[in-house]
C-alpha cells in the first residue's frame, strides 16, 4: 500500500468496523484505479485521497448504521452506481453480498469491470454490472430484475420521489430500499408519500447525521417494500424525473 489509512480505520472504527489488511489493499487500488480512470472519463469530481476515503469510502458504508448487512445470502442492486459508490465499498466490507451495479453509461461499465476484476471481488459472493437505464430493468413486461433484491441502494442525484420510481420495482416484498441524501431531505421526504404509496413502499426512517470526524451533513431514508408494486411502474424512460408521481 502507498497511502496510509490510519484515518479510515478509525472512521470505521466508529461504526463498529474493522478491515482486514486484504480490504486495505483493495480499497488502495480502487483508489489509484478511479484517479486514473478520471483522467479519461469523468468519475468524480473528488481525486484527494483522503478526501475519496471520506466523501466516497466511509459515506458508502454510513447506511450500515441502519441496516445490517451481515445478513446470509443478501441481493443489493445499486442504482445509478456511477464509479461503485456505494456497491463496490459495499462489496468490499461485506463480501458476502451478492450484489448488481447498474449504470446508464457503457464507459462506467467498463471501469467497474477492470475494478471488479483487479480486486477479485467475485472470489466470494458474487458481483456484476448491468449496463442500462433504471427504467428498463424493472419493467413489469421484460423487466428480469424486477422485484428480485432484498435491498436497494443508491446514492444518485435526483430527488427523493423520483428515485423511488427508480428503485422500488427491483426491491422484493419484505426488501428495502436506502436512499444516501445530504441533509434538508425533510421537504423531498413530504413530497415522495405519494410516490411511495403508490410503489408499494412505506417509509421506514429518515436518519440525519454528521459523517463521522467531519462536518459533512448526511442523511440515509430507509423505505420497507410492503407491497408489490404495480405493473403500471415504472413509467416509461425519463418520465420520473420530467413527472415525479
Known amino acids: 500500500m502507498i497511502h496510509s489509512f490510519d484515518n479510515l480505520i478509525k472512521d470505521f472504527g466508529e461504526y463498529n468496523l474493522s478491515l482486514t489488511e486484504k480490504q486495505l ?15 479519461k472519463i469523468n468519475l468524480t469530481a473528488i481525486t484527494d485521497f483522503d478526501e475519496v476515503c471520506k466523501l466516497h469510502f466511509v459515506d458508502s458504508i454510513s447506511s450500515s448504521q441502519f441496516y445490517d448487512f451481515k445478513k446470509d445470502n443478501l441481493k443489493v442492486i445499486d442504482i445509478g452506481t456511477g464509479a461503485g459508490f456505494p456497491g463496490i465499498v459495499l462489496k468490499i466490507v461485506f463480501s458476502n453480498l451478492h450484489i448488481t451495479l447498474l449504470d446508464s453509461l457503457n464507459k462506467r461499465i467498463n471501469f467497474l469491470n477492470e475494478v471488479i476484476d483487479t480486486l477479485d471481488l467475485n472470489e466470494e459472493g458474487f458481483i456484476e454490472t448491468v449496463h442500462g437505464r433504471a427504467e428498463d430493468y424493472a419493467d413489469a413486461k421484460k423487466g428480469y430484475l424486477r422485484e428480485q433484491y ?3 441502494v443508491s446514492r444518485a442525484v435526483a430527488r427523493f420521489s423520483t428515485l423511488c420510481e427508480y428503485c422500488l420495482p427491483y426491491v422484493k416484498k419484505d426488501g428495502v430500499f436506502i436512499s444516501y441524501k445530504g441533509d434538508k431531505v425533510n421537504d423531498e421526504i413530504v413530497d415522495a408519500n405519494n410516490a411511495i404509496f403508490l410503489l408499494g413502499g412505506k417509509l421506514n426512517s429518515v436518519n440525519e447525521f454528521v459523517l463521522v470526524n467531519s462536518e459533512y451533513h448526511r442523511s440515509i431514508c430507509i423505505v420497507d417494500k410492503v407491497q408489490n408494486t404495480s405493473s403500471r411502474y415504472p413509467r416509461k424512460a425519463g418520465t420520473a424525473q420530467k413527472n415525479p408521481l
Not at 26 to 39: A, F, I, P, S
Request: charged residues 35%; glycine residues 0%; negative net charge.
Open 25 to 39: 489493499e483493495q480499497l488502495d487500488k480502487y483508489y489509484e484505479l478511479l484517479v486514473d480512470w478520471n483522467n
Open 150 to 152: 432484498d435491498v436497494a
